[in-house]
């Protein structure tokens, strides 16, 4: 019986191993377009700490039924709250931000001036633009390569923002 619980174990805890690596597919996606958010860092512990909340009572309910989950360690003396904490927390960044993203009618649009353009980065380039927000403080936005090509300090854009469906503000270009 004890052989069977720790093979059983030992395939949950491969399951949230694999799961944990690619939960990075899920940060990749909250993580682009980021730069546009007014609060990301916010943002992104919220979604964390959602996904370890979220973790944490899976968690409680797999050592309810599981016998031994809350004692089972791998061979790298990992247990099971780990690998399912970090994939949650992963996954929820990217959740979240395509939740947060997807349509709304919530959104104030309006023309700015770009007072600069910039990059940073050498082999992997990232590409940013300063505008003045309401406050008259500059806020660095990222709309790629294309865009910084396309315009120069000067430049009206025509940006919204968009509070999104979780209640986070961001920029969106629109023509």
């Given amino acids: 019986m004890k052989q069977t619980n720790h093979k059983q174990l030992y395939i949950i805890n491969q399951i949230l191993s694999y799961y944990a690596i690619g939960s990075l597919i899920f940060l990749g996606i909250g993580l682009k377009g980021i730069d546009n958010y007014f609060n990301w860092v916010l943002f992104l512990m919220t979604m964390t700490a959602s996904g370890i909340m979220v973790g944490t009572v899976l968690y409680f309910f797999l050592c309810t ?3 031994n989950a809350k004692t089972y360690k791998n061979q790298k003396g990992i247990g099971l709250f780990l690998p399912l904490a970090f994939a949650l927390s992963l996954t929820f960044c990217g959740l979240g931000s395509m939740i947060n993203e997807s349509p709304t009618q919530n959104k104030e649009c309006k023309e700015y001036i770009i007072q600069e353009l910039g990059e940073s980065g050498s082999s992997r380039k990232s590409y940013y633009v300063f505008i003045p927000n309401d406050n008259n403080e500059l806020e660095r936005l990222s709309f ?7 315009h120069k300090a000067g430049d009206k854009i025509n940006l919204c923002i968009i509070k999104g469906r979780l209640g986070f503000k961001y920029y969106k270009q629109y023509s």
């Fill in 65 to 67: 039924y599981v016998p």
């Fill in 144 to 150: 790629g390569k294309a865009f910084n090509k396309n």
